[in-house]
């Protein structure tokens, strides 16, 4: 059993900057791959991060790369997302989530076991 929760979501002009970050706990947080996707009204949830178990390697949606940053940092349990450049385009809710570190499908909400809450971002013009 995994419990993630978001924090660092708000309101921000288009330009600007958030750093979402997303703490777990329940189970050795080092074991789990993490992702983080978001969904706007409207439309599916859609894919955003993704960082394996180690940290070395990620992944991004096209949408949001050279934009956005994953990391994580497994002593503090947690996983951040860097936002930068935002657009209102990037307004939704973002969720995190945790999955066994290996196998694939990692831009594939269903490969995933354990969800946070959510946080909403939210881009104006």
């Known amino acids: 059993q995994v419990q993630l929760v978001e924090s660092g979501g708000g309101l921000v002009q288009a330009g600007g900057s958030l750093r979402l970050s997303c703490t777990a706990s329940g189970r050795t947080f080092s074991s789990y791959a993490m992702g983080w996707f978001r969904q706007a009204p409207g439309k599916e949830r859609e894919f955003v991060a993704h960082?394996?178990?180690?940290?070395?390697?990620?992944y991004y949606a096209d949408s949001v790369k050279d934009r956005f940053t994953i990391s994580r940092d497994n002593a503090k349990n947690t996983v951040y997302l860097q936002m930068n450049s935002l657009k209102p385009e990037d307004t939704a809710v973002y969720y995190c989530?945790?999955?066994?570190?290996?196998?694939?499908?990692?831009?594939?909400?269903?490969?995933?076991?354990?969800w946070g809450q959510g946080t909403q971002v939210t881009v104006s013009s």
């Open positions: 989530a945790a999955r066994v570190s290996s196998g694939s499908g990692y831009a594939k909400s269903d490969t995933y076991e354990y």
């Open positions: 960082i394996t178990w180690r940290g070395t390697i990620t």
